[in-house]
């Protein structure tokens, strides 16, 4: 290609290195154990160079006619506010919808792939000594523009750092991706010691520095902070500038404002639809990418300057494509559930239909049988859990979860209760992210039967010191607990009052709803007042990332993640920093010194296998102390009309993890 540059500095190989290992374990994923990544139809035919090691892939040339593209979604998003979005009170069906604002770098599909973004350098800078601490200095491109033409600066990065400082860090993936240092306090007995961003700074309009209070490793920089969202000043700046409180910020709407995306919001009817418009004099349209399977990209912008990622392009061409838009809009239609969706897609009213929660088997059926669709499935980033509020009684005594987990038979669930549309998970990383999910992890009490298992929480709890004024009893001749549990009292004889088990109801998804009347069982076998009470998704959203006092005002529930390929959740979902009652992610309140303590190791961790060790280790700690216990995964079954083409298909999490690849979507008619 013509103007193909590559930068040959030291540390810029130890980088792409770094990343394209990070891109050949994405790719992994899709293609090992469990779920297969295939694909009903195909168009793509395949050449090999003589001679060379590389297989070109040529994909049928791309149909640049505008037109409109419909996405059918099950739940209303629940905000047009972009910073609202990105908190934890929002959820992925809001995510979905919301265009994308700016960033350092990004992840390129299907090989997840580190790319730059707003970043001139083509591999993340390294982290310096700098004074009393670290700095990161990052060269900005001078070629990208917000939504409404005006150039993306240096400026608008600080804006962003000093609004999140503004309102106390602000909460769900803020900070985890906008880390606020903050130093001990010597007046207080608490140590409010933590690690992140001391400051950011404009070196001029194209260079921004980004200051830390200790060696940022990978789980910062540049996986957490090189990814974050990056928020115009030209628009929100008066706005953050007349708001005291983060409330009033979110309170305002995002449609109609400039974004780093292909589609602005234009309207939102709550109930019904969600409609984004194409941005006409988008930056990046027209530009080329080329992504390899060993995780190297082509990247050549639409003034014709080209330049390479993640390595040296060899091996299989997975997606070739030129950026769009070329749908002239992107309407998300909302649909009662699950069955309602599935049927607008079958019947024609919409292209494609964004689900992450794995289809049933009759939907599958239902799928498969209609010839204007193709059907693909792809491994999931992504489980489903039963958390416990730690901070409560009884579920704050680690002998209860305990013994509450051993009562769930993940296998019998997945394979017969399932019907095998779920697959039983233990790890806190999925399956499907291969290189991060540890196989050693078992279930609590795995392997024994339905009498064993009763046997073995009745006797985790006995050893616990609890008692009951009945005690339950297997019986043989019933293989049934007869009688159950009466009158369970923990270790200093509190007894326990009735507790409530939130989950999804049937309608958005039946196999959580499913799950909860079995845990509702299991327990009440043991004696745990425990009632299944199906209730709407956002409705458990709000009550259990609560804050304060209302941190307490749930038992239990059933939820699932979707999660990024570097498994830092691992850490941002346990940590005391991270307690959801001040605004994280952690929504048990667990607390554990040790667990802190690996959290700050990984905060440092230089290398993938450095960082994986780490993982693993907190992954048993948490697969013991159990303020999650993890049910399931489930493949991600997506269909989409025949009349629609995207640039890939096979990838971890789907084209759900893309939000239906609004930008390079095209029209085969």
């Not at 080329?288 to 003034?303: F, L």
């Not at 997945?414 to 050693?440: C, E, H, K, R």
Request: negative net charge.
């Amino acid at each position: 290609m013509e103007d193909h540059t590559v930068r040959t500095t030291t540390s810029r190989w130890r980088w792409l290195a770094l990343l394209a290992a990070m891109a050949i374990i994405a790719a992994a994923c899709s293609d090992s154990g469990g779920t297969a990544s295939t694909e009903t139809t195909t168009n793509d035919t395949s050449a090999t160079t003589e001679g060379s090691n590389t297989t070109e892939t040529t994909a049928p040339a791309q149909n640049t006619s505008e037109f409109q593209y419909s996405i059918a979604i099950f739940s209303d998003p629940t905000t047009d506010n972009p910073w609202a979005a990105f908190d934890t009170e929002n959820d992925v069906w809001t995510n979905y919808v919301n265009p994308d604002m700016a960033a350092l770098y990004a992840y390129q599909g299907p090989t997840y792939t580190l790319i730059p973004l707003l970043a001139a350098d083509d591999s993340p800078p390294e982290v310096q000594p700098d004074g009393d601490g670290y700095s990161v200095t990052v060269a900005l491109r001078d070629d990208v523009t917000w939504s409404d033409g005006e150039p993306i600066t240096a400026d608008d990065v600080v804006f962003t750092w000093d609004a999140v400082t503004k309102y106390g860090g602000l909460g769900g993936n803020f900070p985890a991706q906008w880390p606020v240092a903050a130093a001990d306090d010597p007046s207080t007995e608490e140590d409010e010691t933590a690690q992140g961003i001391t400051s950011v700074e404009a070196i001029d309009a194209q260079t921004v520095k980004i200051s830390f209070n200790f060696e940022a490793g990978l789980a910062i920089w540049p996986f957490a902070t090189g990814v974050a969202p990056i928020f115009p000043q030209h628009v929100w700046g008066p706005i953050v500038d007349a708001n005291d409180s983060f409330e009033g910020l979110y309170a305002e709407s995002g449609l109609n404002t400039a974004n780093a995306g292909a589609f602005n919001s234009t309207e939102f009817e709550p109930g019904a639809f969600w409609r984004n418009t194409a941005v006409d004099n988008y930056w990046d349209k027209g530009s080329q990418y080329t992504v390899y399977d060993n995780g190297a990209v082509e990247y050549t912008n639409k003034a014709g300057t080209s330049e390479t990622y993640g390595g040296d392009p060899s091996g299989t061409v997975v997606s070739s494509y030129t950026e769009g838009p070329y749908a002239t809009d992107v309407t998300f239609s909302l649909y009662s559930d699950q069955n309602a969706a599935v049927l607008a897609l079958t019947d024609g009213e919409v292209d494609f239909l964004l689900n992450p929660l794995g289809l049933q088997r009759g939907l599958q059926q239902l799928v498969l049988s209609e010839p204007n669709l193709n059907v693909i499935v792809n491994e999931q980033n992504g489980y489903r859990y039963l958390a416990y509020n730690t901070r409560k009684f009884p579920m704050s005594e680690k002998s209860f979860r305990q013994a509450l987990a051993c009562r769930i038979d993940k296998e019998f669930m997945a394979n017969t209760v399932l019907g095998g549309a779920a697959i039983a998970a233990n790890s806190q990383v999925p399956p499907g992210n291969s290189f991060w999910a540890n196989p050693d992890l078992t279930a609590t009490c795995d392997g024994q039967s339905e009498q064993e298992r009763f046997e073995s929480a009745k006797q985790i709890l006995k050893d616990a010191g609890w008692t009951w004024d009945t005690e339950p009893v297997w019986s043989e001749d019933d293989r049934d607990v007869i009688p159950k549990g009466d009158g369970l009292r923990g270790p200093d004889g509190t007894a326990i009052q009735p507790l409530t088990l939130y989950a999804p109801g049937p309608g958005y998804d039946p196999l959580r709803a499913t799950y909860s009347l079995f845990i509702e069982q299991w327990a009440k076998d043991l004696g745990i007042p425990l009632t299944a009470e199906p209730t709407g998704f956002s409705v458990i959203v709000d009550k259990v990332f609560a804050t304060g006092d209302a941190a307490k005002d749930w038992d239990m529930y059933i939820l699932g993640w979707g999660l990024t390929p570097f498994p830092d959740h691992v850490f941002t979902f346990f940590t005391t920093s991270q307690d959801s009652a001040d605004g994280g992610y952690n929504t048990p309140g667990y607390s554990n010194p040790e667990f802190d303590a690996l959290a700050d190791q990984f905060g440092q961790a230089k290398t993938l296998d450095e960082a994986r060790d780490l993982i693993f280790q907190a992954d048993a700690i948490l697969a013991d102390d159990l303020p999650y216990v993890v049910l399931f995964t489930t493949p991600i079954i997506e269909a989409y009309r025949n009349s629609i083409e995207f640039p890939f298909t096979t990838v971890l999490d789907g084209i759900q993890a893309f939000s239906g690849l609004q930008a390079s979507t095209t029209t085969t008619s």
